[in-house]
């Protein structure tokens, strides 16, 4: 009998804590154990390769609507089109992050680097633009996440869209508009890349 209450005990405390945690953090926390997905800065080190958009619904009211995984699906083709249109597309970009906080984002022929900060207990990743283009891109403030051996990099759109626009060969492109207009239609919608070893 003792042993039994000393279980119902032990259980009692387990949900308590349970409830105080959301159910999300719950979740990736039980998947990157068991994956191994734990995004540290050494973890983020190393030269990724572009597969794909990356796209983060953050806003309560978008993950409370009907088929909000669905959504996203819908978005992140729709932003892949317009990615491509401005030469963003699988095999065509790249990051490169080394040990010492540099970065190198290439695209085609154009390069934008600088440096970078990752704070491993928030995923925040702040990238410091040093390259001169004829968009002033500065430093940018972002989330990397290691997903199944994915790099995401996810940035605020208007964020996402400087660097859209620095590594682009015509800043005033009528995609970067489209993408614009797009992520203006979801509050709260992340836009960033996926990156792959």
Known sequence: MKRLMILVAVSVMSIA???AQSLKDIL???????????TTEQTIVG???YTKPAIALKSDNILAQA?????SGTIEKKMATYYEKVGLKAGSAAITLTEDQQFKLTMGKRT????YEFDSTTNA??????TKTSVKIGKIRGEAQLSGGDLKLLFAADKMLKIVRGLSAVSNNTSIAAIS???EQYDGLSLGMTFAK
């Open 181 to 183: 207009k797009a992520a």
């Open 67 to 71: 088929g909000g995984s669905l959504m």
């Open 125 to 130: 990743l702040t990238l410091n633009f040093t």
């Open 112 to 115: 934008l680097q600088g440096t």
């Open 28 to 38: 990736g926390g039980l998947v990157g154990a068991v994956t191994g997905n734990t």
């Open 17 to 19: 804590n349970v409830e």
């Open 47 to 49: 030269e990724w390769g």
